[in-house]
């Protein structure tokens, strides 16, 4: 017979895995004593003694008769001995209190996990509900050899940087041991490396004032390092070998040269506050100095890094937007961009503020305020003069630093004539002409630029020839005057035009916009001017060399741009784009479709612009042609919202109908709307996409709006409305035949198994959705191919095949995140929470619900509106499984985790 105690918290007993229990306290507490320490012989006297507060007269007698009782209720195999003494002869293995005193006594490699598992057994205080002498007088022993143990295994999991399971032991600790200064320090600082600075703050202060100088020393500099943000404390991550995420940041294309002592202070200074600003000229180096600063930073100091362009804002109230676009929130609103990057330790550049200080000033306060893990850093040519601000002043290569100017000067020369040789006299020469151009980095880049086609003494006597006056080359405009006078009529006419590009562009964009001069070629004298660095290359992901102009260029040229042709410009390059987005169609669905999305984002403040130029104009069928590919942009991006309101923008211009566009633009703000879990939204855009398909000659169009409708009606309950809809739908497939495009089948197969899986007919669902995906894998269509995986998995879990459902829905969700679509692996992730319940691993799936709480407010998905079939019901049934403490744990450890943690959990299942 097997013989099993629990003692930790209430008691529990069981024999050969049947509770074996046990009625009145006394004899609870005989059976707990003789268990504390099995095998163990205990004499009559130490028994009453340890069990009874008062022995009553006969106590002998009492104790025996507890015994006889004991052993006739099923005690008699392991309840030995008489008069010298008891002993319950079970293994130590089987009693939870000796097991925990053996794994704390494991030493050597495994000691680390023998504590872990010591820690698995407290399920609560020993002898919980015994008024026993013993198990008074033995408590203080347990707290204290587990709070010896727990901190042992908190500094091996702080040293791995696993602070998220650090934190999680912790609080339960503290529960028991409310007030410990020593415990309460390395939970905040769990929590601070788990990125809950604001968390480990709050504990700090609860106790602050409770404690004695002696310890309130240690927890106010752990406080003030918390503060400051320093990187040794919450640059630990669970994984050691993490990269940074980076947005905007620009790949460098050539060396950076000089700059150490600034480098010394941006690292100091964000080590110290989370708003620092680079202050100096234009022309100065703000931009690249900023950007080697986060490279250099790495994943020790940041996990994600977004870079923010703000000189293509004119006006002060965009500044929210764009770096809403640019952080990819779900609206161009202060809570969507907040939601985006707190919780992660994250570093936002906001590049070129000047212009808009004001409302950068405004809104970094913001959003340092609510954002957990943020630190921001501007670049700008004053300081925006707030609370916590540290200014890293950048200066010209002046004074000690003019040796890194002619240093900057010859490198550039080597990459732009490879020229590498000079002699003394050449040396001198170069000397002075770095102190006239006053040490200004992008002054010094344009005249080495000049050394391809003049001399260098040509390029010393054109600087000369700027002026004679103190201050002549003090300002980028005389170095930039300069530079430009030596240009060609041809080329000062191209770079006037490429100035009007809202971001970067490639050479297929110039040729097919702007307008050369007679005989010129417009490819030529954009790479003319490349050489000449008035026009920057840079690194491209596509395959084609894309360039984009300084914003110091940009500025200068535009402000001196008289040419009366602008309008005439912005028509023809919102037509280029409308003709070139219609190209890219095509690619979004086929293999290409990670190069179509590359180039979308590379686009993307010129493709806003064409939208809002045909808008102004009253195109209708141009802003019509760009919204019937950027609105799937967005809906994949997250950018729900702000898609949504251009879509009714566009929508609401007079002018003519293109039923088949307008069509595909509802569909994609049906799904943008059933995201937000809007349902009579969703039902306006499905009735609207019904009404533009059948106004349509596109057969892709009426299919999917046939077969979409028939989703709604098999939620709503009417089978015999979705049948029809289906009907339909294979209908117009026939009338089609193989003019219908391969994408359009894959979309009807995936949704006509999201029906039938809604009308409780899951093996039909299932070959549906099958041959939806062998049919996108073979056409490359990744979209579809991703769909397909998320509803074939929602059909297993209905049928409770989890572990399938969990191995395909991974894949969707992987396939998502490669694509960048984080709605759409939230999505994945949120069903294979609801098939974790239906393999019984309700833990994992509470953890999994919580943390796509906190991260879908993030990426702009609610699961509750997207999918409640597949969330309300098995997140409640999964927590309901679990007990308050436990359901309190997997939750905060759920709450916890990032994007990319969340992944690698649903990787181990």
């Not at 892709?700 to 409305?721: K, N």
Request: proline fraction near 3%; hydrophobic fraction near 45%; glycine fraction near 8%.
């Amino acid at each position: 017979m097997s013989y099993r105690l629990t003692l930790f918290g209430s008691f529990a007993a069981t024999v050969d895995g049947r509770p074996l229990p046990i009625r009145g306290e006394i004899p609870r507490a005989i059976v707990s004593r003789l268990a504390f320490r099995p095998g163990e012989r205990v004499t009559p006297q130490e028994l009453i003694d340890d069990v009874w507060r008062e022995a009553p007269s006969g106590v002998v007698s009492s104790l025996r008769a507890h015994l006889s009782r004991l052993r006739a209720e099923g005690w008699s195999a392991v309840l030995s001995g008489g008069r010298n003494g008891y002993a319950l002869e079970v293994d130590s293995a089987d009693v939870d209190v000796a097991r925990w005193r053996q794994l704390l006594e494991t030493r050597g490699e495994g000691r680390i996990e023998g504590l872990i598992e010591a820690e698995s057994l407290w399920r609560g205080q020993p002898f919980a509900g015994l008024d026993a002498p013993f198990a008074e007088a033995s408590r203080p022993e347990f707290l204290r050899l587990r709070r010896e143990a727990m901190l042992e295994i908190a500094d091996a999991r702080l040293e791995t940087g696993e602070n998220v399971d650090a934190s999680l032991d912790l609080e339960r600790l503290l529960r028991d041991l409310p007030g410990d200064s020593e415990l309460t320090r390395r939970y905040a600082a769990a929590l601070a490396g788990a990125g809950r600075a604001g968390d480990a703050l709050d504990v700090i202060d609860a106790v602050m004032g409770d404690l004695g100088d002696h310890a309130r020393g240690p927890l106010a500099e752990l406080r003030r390092s918390i503060v400051r943000q320093d990187p040794v404390l919450l640059g630990r991550t669970d994984d050691r070998h993490a990269t940074v995420e980076r947005t905007g940041i620009p790949v460098p294309l050539t060396r950076f040269v000089g700059r150490a002592g600034e480098l010394d202070q941006v690292a100091t200074a964000r080590a110290e506050a989370r708003l620092v600003t680079l202050v100096g000229p234009a022309g100065v180096g703000k931009t690249r100095l900023a950007a080697e600063a986060a490279r250099r930073a790495g994943a020790d100091v940041d996990e994600q890094q977004w870079l923010v362009d703000l000189t293509v804002i004119v006006d002060p109230g965009h500044v929210l937007g764009v770096v809403a676009d640019v952080v990819r929130a779900g609206s161009d609103t202060l809570d969507a961009v907040a939601a985006r990057l707190t919780g992660r330790r994250t570093l936002l550049i906001l590049d070129n503020a000047e212009h808009v200080l004001g409302a950068v000033a405004s809104l970094a306060s913001r959003l340092l305020g609510r954002c957990e893990g943020l630190a921001v850093m501007v670049t700008s040519r004053e300081a925006l003069r707030m609370p916590g601000e540290r200014v890293v002043p950048v200066a010209p290569f002046v004074g000690d630093a003019a040796p890194d100017a002619v240093r900057l000067f010859l490198d550039r020369a080597r990459d732009s004539s490879g020229l590498s040789q000079w002699d003394d006299h050449s040396m001198r020469e170069i000397s002075a002409l770095c102190r006239d151009l006053d040490g200004l980095p992008l002054a010094l880049e344009l005249a080495a630029a000049r050394l391809d086609v003049l001399s260098l003494a040509e390029v010393a006597d054109s600087v000369q020839r700027g002026g004679t006056d103190a201050g002549r080359h003090g300002s980028l405009d005389s170095a930039l005057g300069w530079s430009l006078d030596l240009l060609s009529p041809p080329e000062v006419d191209m770079l006037t035009q490429l100035a009007r590009f809202a971001g970067s562009f490639g050479l297929d964009a110039v040729a097919g916009i702007c307008v050369p001069a007679e005989g010129a070629d417009a490819r030529e004298l954009a790479a003319a001017l490349a050489r000449k660095s008035l026009v920057t290359p840079l690194g491209t992901d596509t395959g084609a060399r894309r360039f984009r102009l300084l914003d110091s260029v940009r500025r200068y040229v535009r402000q001196r741009d008289t040419r009366q042709d602008a309008h005439q410009w912005r028509d023809r390059h919102a037509a280029w784009f409308a003709d070139w987005i219609s190209g890219i169609e095509e690619q979004m669905r086929t293999a290409e479709n990670a190069r179509a999305r590359t180039l979308l984002g590379a686009y993307r403040a010129d493709l806003h612009a064409a939208v809002d130029h045909a808008v102004e104009t009253g195109d209708r069928a141009t802003a019509v042609r760009l919204l019937a590919v950027l609105a799937w942009y967005w809906f994949e991006r997250g950018l729900r919202v702000d898609g949504l309101d251009t879509a009714e923008r566009v929508l609401a211009m007079p002018g003519e109908r293109d039923p088949a566009r307008e069509a595909r633009v509802l569909r994609a703000c049906a799904y943008m709307a059933a995201v937000g879990a809007d349902e009579r939204q969703v039902a306006r855009y499905m009735s609207r996409m019904r009404d533009a398909a059948a106004a349509s000659d596109d057969a892709a169009e009426r299919v999917l709006a046939a077969t979409m409708s028939g989703y709604v009606a098999a939620v709503a309950g009417e089978a015999d409305q979705a049948d029809a809809y289906l009907t339909h739908a294979t209908a117009e497939i026939a009338a089609a035949g193989d003019s219908l495009p391969i994408w359009a089948r894959v979309d009807e197969l995936m949704v006509r198994g999201d029906v039938l899986r809604a009308l409780g007919r899951p093996s039909q669902a299932l070959t549906s959705t099958s041959e939806a995906y062998r049919v996108s894998v073979e056409a490359g269509d990744a979209w579809g191919a991703r769909s397909a995986c998320y509803v074939t998995g929602k059909a297993l879990v209905d049928v409770r095949r989890g572990k399938e459902a969990v191995g395909i829905l991974r894949s969707g969700a992987i396939r998502s995140l490669e694509a960048e679509d984080a709605s759409s692996a939230l999505a994945a992730i949120n069903v294979i929470a609801a098939a974790c319940h239906v393999l019984g691993r309700d833990d994992d799936a509470v953890t999994i619900y919580s943390a796509i709480d906190v991260l879908g407010a993030r990426h702009g998905y609610s699961a509750l509106g997207s999918d409640p079939e597949h969330t309300e019901r098995h997140r409640a049934a999964a927590s309901a499984a679990l007990d308050r403490d436990d359901l309190a744990a997997a939750t905060q450890r759920g709450a916890d985790l990032s994007l990319m943690e969340l992944m690698r959990l649903v990787t181990t299942f």
